[in-house]
């Protein structure tokens, strides 16, 4: 069974710094794209980041180019979300997810097989 956990979400003052990891356990984890997701109440999930099954590649939404930075450890089966500059408009539940390498990385929501439980961000003025 395919299971995909977030952590390491938490309350922070606007300008701050998270680190979000991801677990994925039950696939092989080099064989998929991994991707990092936000919700905020009243608006679509929104893709963030996308990182290639082996961390060649990387993608970004506009809006936390340049302060989000994706990564991962193939080793450890584990994806990383580090967010800097932290805006309050950032405050949002997280969610990881995994999407099979030969279908492609991308930041919409569509074709993403497996999907963990969500860590809230909240930040704050």
């Known amino acids: 069974q395919v299971q995909v956990v977030e952590s390491g979400g938490g309350l922070v003052q606007a300008g701050g710094s998270l680190r979000l990891s991801c677990t994925a356990s039950?696939?092989?984890?080099?064989?998929?794209?991994m991707g990092w997701f936000r919700q905020a109440p009243g608006k679509e999930r929104e893709g963030i980041s996308c990182i290639t099954s082996t961390g060649g590649n990387t993608y970004y939404t506009d809006s936390v180019k340049g302060r989000f930075t994706i990564a991962r450890d193939n080793a450890k089966n584990t994806v990383y979300l580090q967010m800097n500059s932290l805006k309050i408009e950032d405050t949002a539940m997280y969610f990881c997810a995994a999407r099979t390498k030969s279908v492609g990385c991308a930041l919409s929501t569509y074709g993403y097989s497996y999907w963990g439980q969500g860590t809230q961000v909240t930040v704050s003025s």
């Open positions: 039950g696939l092989t984890f080099g064989d998929y794209n």
